[in-house]
């Protein structure tokens, strides 16, 4: 290894040690000091790699969100109807998140409190940058809708959709998390989430006329691929 | 002032000064030394108060949350339709998260990840019961519409749309808050949430048949009472 893949090496086992210690420790509770005795380095290694141990959250989250890069290609080959491809892909952030709970409170962390403006400047960039993927695969799956014929409404309003979307599902995963003091019942099950998704659309005039396509989604959202191991999951690999 | 009225009062004071504390050092930054001091008490005194750091920011929560009691009674007196009343009481919420940034991140922090677990029991207990009204008073108002015969679905598929309703809601405050990595510019707008909430009724078969609705709405909203003075916002106040 050179001197580059060394580093890449060392960041990936800091990596998978920082979310091992975050599961013993709790999301917002580990610290560096418990990561650095788990990647058998030092604390001053640490901050070679990250400017804080938000920008270490971050880095885990963007790990996380990455996989969304390759499943949008994936799924973009799939038989799918643009209303069923469209719900399919919102669902499968539940799926993702669902994995994993100590990703998934990271993810709410950096993404929605005030930890990610202690990241460093290129990875608020990345993370921002993943967001706008999801958004612009969701738009232009409605694009594709509306070539078809299937969506009679502006542009405008097709960026409104996505935006209202996409708050639902981040609704259904934090009112039925684990993680929440009063979880809702009523949002536990992913059909819940695909009619709800359905019903939006519907409202905006992108309907399936037949009933197949809940188990079209359902299908499509088994191929959602796992975790990469040697990315984050052991500890020892790298 | 007797002894519990003393205890009251200090406890107020304590609560003031947690809340100045966490505007200048962060909702998740401040320490109980530095609460100790704003409130010129020492940190033992705290404990005698909170089981926890956590559990004052629960009680910070709570004393926010509870404003939604006395609102939901004068809600009921209003002349509102019950899609009017609904859609009103949950925009209510949007309308108090956004008065305080601090507030609304505490709500998040409490509500939404671990941190509720080191809370005290009966703290806990109070918090649930506080969601539990709001649901009991959205689920309330659609049984009036039933009743009325505006709606015409059972009392399963009501829980159903109370639990997408407030889903849709805490989508909406996290991905426009000011705290978000990544804000969704579409869902700034008080009227953007109105229409999402009025298409989600629509869809069930409770809509207004005239547009007026909406002016309603925001009169109805403009009457949220400000946060109580003595409660949290004066730290010299008790």
């Not at 001197?3 to 580990?30: H, P, W």
């Not at 993943?130 to 014929?149: H, M, T």
Request: contains cysteine; glycine residues 4%; aromatic residues 4%.
């Amino acid at each position: 290894m050179n001197k580059s893949e060394l580093f890449k090496a060392r960041e990936q086992r800091i990596l998978s040690a920082a979310l091992v210690t975050a599961r013993g420790k709790g999301a917002l509770d580990f610290r560096m000091a418990d990561v650095a005795r788990a990647a058998e380095c030092s604390v001053g290694t640490l901050y070679g790699h990250f400017l804080s141990k938000e920008d270490m959250m971050a880095a885990l989250v963007q790990i996380s969100l990455q996989q969304r890069h390759e499943w949008i290609a994936r799924l973009n080959e799939m038989e799918l109807t643009p209303m069923e491809r469209f719900v399919t892909l919102l669902a499968s952030e539940r799926v993702r998140l669902l994995r994993d709970d100590v990703l998934a409170q990271l993810e709410l962390l950096v993404s929605h409190t005030e930890l990610w403006r202690r990241a460093a400047d290129q990875r608020q960039l990345a993370l921002r940058a993943l967001v706008e993927e999801l958004v612009k695969a969701l738009e232009g799956i409605l694009q594709d809708a509306r070539q078809q014929n299937l969506l009679a409404v502006g542009e405008a309003e097709c960026s409104t959709l996505v935006a209202r979307a996409r708050a639902l599902l981040l609704g259904f995963q934090l009112q039925s998390s684990r993680q929440t003091l009063a979880p809702t019942a009523e949002l536990a099950e992913t059909d819940g989430l695909l009619d709800a998704l359905a019903n939006l659309l519907a409202g905006a005039g992108l309907a399936e006329g037949h009933t197949e396509w809940r188990t079209r989604c359902r299908e499509a959202l088994r191929q959602y691929p796992a975790l990469p191991e040697v990315a984050i999951q052991a500890p020892n690999a790298a």
